[in-house]
Structure formats: structure tokens, C-alpha cells
């Protein structure tokens, strides 16, 4: 347990700090990428692959790590651009995302560098919609600035798995499904594909689901609905959000929430890709009501049920 303490203290340093760490690379460009260090595992030179036969065209093979099989994703075709011509200086990034690990195929591995949140800008809404962006950056080097892309993961996890928004019939109570309409939640995500896995999953409901592509956006509109008269912890069933996010991380929301008298005991749940045993220590640690790991539809609407059953309780009619 000791060992889990520490990684708790050691990971979440930099929570309140708005802070991140990002591995820069490249995918055998010229372009600069990166992906969360928190999500990192590991980093080895592309070892043998062993072919699998009829799978998605972005595996390139599965590699064994240390006795575990690990699919691996050409990162440059999963985001579209056309195959690298040569693979042999490529390296694999191995990643746990969504409870799930999987390794990337990428180019030349450059640097960790160490960032704050406000300086993570969401990509320009002039790229559209069909990009594999979640935020962008941008380092110095050699006294010019160059622009960093930070990679949307789950968008590329969830074009090779389909992910399913089917909610089971015994997870409903049936003596309360209707209050579910109507009501209304906040959700903080930059990546649009995990906005829509819930909004496709809690709609099934009659729940209201009001977006916010970052932890700052979420915070003026809670302060401005508060600015208003507007009572936001009756108004709002509950807020959920990534941990991490340009402008201001989940963690900081979450400080944030807490010390605004008018929006203190709103209920905070922390719905993320990271994965790891320190997960509920970091919950606590924040002040939090609860942790999800994505993308489970079941186990969050027995989340927003369980929360519609307290509010329900507290103010029978």
C-alpha cells in the first residue's frame, strides 16, 4: 500500500499545479507530435511483430512484451497520413488507455518536456472535424517557436474497436427511470469522441448533457450560471470530467468547484482513460465523489443512477 501512496504523490505533484508531462515525437516527418506521459508505460525500439491475419489495417502486428501479447497501432495511418516508407528506426511507445494496453508505431522519439495546462490551446475550429487532434502546443528550439500536435487518442482507439453505448436492462431500477428526464449534467472532455460515447450513452435516458471541451470552459459556465442567482447544485444533477484537458485540467476544475461556496457540494465525478491501482487514492486526493475508468456505459449510469437515487432521497416530492 505504501508503494501506491507514493505513486499517488509522485503522479499527482502536479495536480493544482494545472502542470503535465508530454513525450515528444515523430512519425517519420517532419511534424512534431506528443502523447501524455501519464499514459506512458514504456518506450522500446519496434521489436518483431507477428502478422495477424484479417485484422483492422492500422494493426501492424502484436508484440510480445516481457510474455504479453500487445496489438500494435501504426500511429501515423491511424491518424491518416500515408505509410512510412521506412520502418526500421521506428520505435513503440507502449500506452494504457480505457483499461486496455496497446503499443503505438511511431518515428524518432525526441524529448519529455514539462508544461502547464494554460499553455495546451484546443486545435482552431477552422480544421473541422475529421482531424486526430486533442490540443496543440507549442516549445521552444533553436530561438523559434514550433508547434506541437497532441494526438486524440480515444478517437483512434475507437475507430479500430467499436465502442458500444447498449445499456443493460438490469442495470436500470425501473421505479425511477423516468426521473432520469429532464435531468441535467455538465461534461468536461477535449475529445469529442469521448463527449459523444456519453452523451450517446446517458440521451438513451432523457438526460440533458451540456459539453465543455476543457476544464476552464466548464468552471465559467458553472461561475456564470452561479453569477446569475441560478442555484447550480439543484439545477445540476451532477459534473462530469477528464482529468486531462487544455486550459485547466479535471483536477483543477475539481479545486475550483470546491472552494466556490456556491458550487461546493456539486457532485464531481473524475471519468478518464487513465488506468492504475492509485486511481481512488488520487480520487480522495482531489475531493472528488467518485472515479470512472472509460468507456464503461453500464458502470456510468449506474453512477448517475446512484447519485439520481441520493438527490431523490434527499428531496422526496
Known amino acids: 500500500?505504501?508503494?501506491?501512496?507514493?505513486?499517488?504523490?509522485q503522479r499527482t505533484q502536479l495536480v493544482g499545479e494545472n502542470r503535465l508531462e508530454?513525450?515528444?515525437?515523430?512519425?517519420?516527418?517532419?511534424?512534431?507530435?506528443?502523447?501524455?506521459?501519464?499514459?506512458?508505460?514504456?518506450?522500446?525500439?519496434?521489436?518483431?511483430?507477428?502478422?495477424i491475419p484479417h485484422a483492422h489495417p492500422k494493426i501492424s502486428?502484436?508484440?510480445?512484451?516481457?510474455?504479453?501479447?500487445?496489438?500494435?497501432?501504426?500511429?501515423?495511418?491511424?491518424?491518416?497520413?500515408?505509410?512510412?516508407?521506412?520502418?526500421e528506426d521506428s520505435n513503440l511507445v507502449i500506452t494504457e488507455y480505457?483499461?486496455?494496453?496497446?503499443g503505438f508505431l511511431i518515428g524518432k522519439v525526441d524529448q519529455i518536456v514539462n508544461m502547464t495546462w494554460s499553455d495546451i490551446m484546443p486545435p482552431p475550429t477552422s480544421v473541422g472535424k475529421n482531424h486526430?487532434?486533442?490540443?496543440?502546443?507549442?516549445?521552444?528550439?533553436?530561438?523559434?517557436?514550433?508547434?506541437?500536435?497532441?494526438?486524440d487518442v480515444e478517437k483512434v482507439l475507437a475507430e479500430i474497436v467499436e465502442y458500444e453505448v447498449q445499456i443493460s436492462d438490469e442495470i436500470l431500477d425501473k421505479s425511477i427511470v423516468n426521473e432520469f428526464v429532464g435531468r441535467k449534467i455538465l461534461h468536461a472532455?477535449?475529445?469529442?469522441?469521448?463527449?459523444?460515447?456519453?452523451?450517446?450513452?446517458?440521451?438513451?435516458?432523457?438526460?440533458?448533457?451540456?459539453?465543455?471541451?476543457?476544464?476552464?470552459?466548464?468552471l465559467n459556465m458553472l461561475k456564470g450560471w452561479?453569477?446569475?442567482g441560478m442555484d447550480v447544485e439543484k439545477e445540476l444533477l451532477m459534473v462530469i470530467t477528464d482529468a486531462e484537458m487544455p486550459a485547466m485540467d479535471g483536477y483543477r476544475l475539481t479545486y475550483e468547484i470546491r472552494n466556490d461556496n456556491r458550487l461546493k457540494n456539486l457532485h464531481v465525478v473524475l471519468n478518464t482513460s487513465?488506468?492504475?491501482?492509485?486511481?481512488?487514492?488520487?480520487?480522495?486526493?482531489v475531493g472528488c465523489n467518485a472515479f470512472l475508468s472509460k468507456f464503461q456505459p453500464d458502470l456510468l449510469v449506474e453512477e448517475v443512477q446512484s447519485r439520481l437515487k441520493a438527490v431523490l432521497t434527499s428531496n422526496p416530492s
Open 61 to 87: 502486428g502484436v508484440a510480445n512484451i516481457r510474455g504479453e501479447s500487445i496489438p500494435v497501432i501504426d500511429l501515423r495511418q491511424a491518424i491518416c497520413m500515408p505509410a512510412a516508407k521506412n520502418i
Open 1 to 9: 500500500m505504501s508503494g501506491v501512496l507514493a505513486s499517488v504523490d
Open 189 to 218: 472532455d477535449d475529445s469529442p469522441t469521448a463527449r459523444k460515447q456519453v452523451s450517446d450513452t446517458l440521451s438513451q435516458l432523457g438526460i440533458e448533457i451540456i459539453p465543455a471541451s476543457n476544464g476552464l470552459e466548464a
Open 132 to 151: 486526430y487532434l486533442t490540443a496543440l502546443t507549442k516549445i521552444q528550439r533553436d530561438g523559434q517557436e514550433q508547434l506541437v500536435e497532441i494526438i
Open 22 to 51: 508530454l513525450l515528444l515525437f515523430y512519425l517519420h516527418s517532419r511534424h512534431l507530435f506528443a502523447l501524455n506521459v501519464f499514459k506512458v508505460k514504456e518506450v522500446v525500439k519496434l521489436p518483431h511483430l507477428n502478422i
Open 98 to 102: 480505457n483499461r486496455t494496453v496497446q
Open 274 to 285: 487513465l488506468s492504475g491501482s492509485f486511481n481512488q487514492a488520487m480520487v480522495e486526493k
Open 226 to 228: 452561479a453569477d446569475k
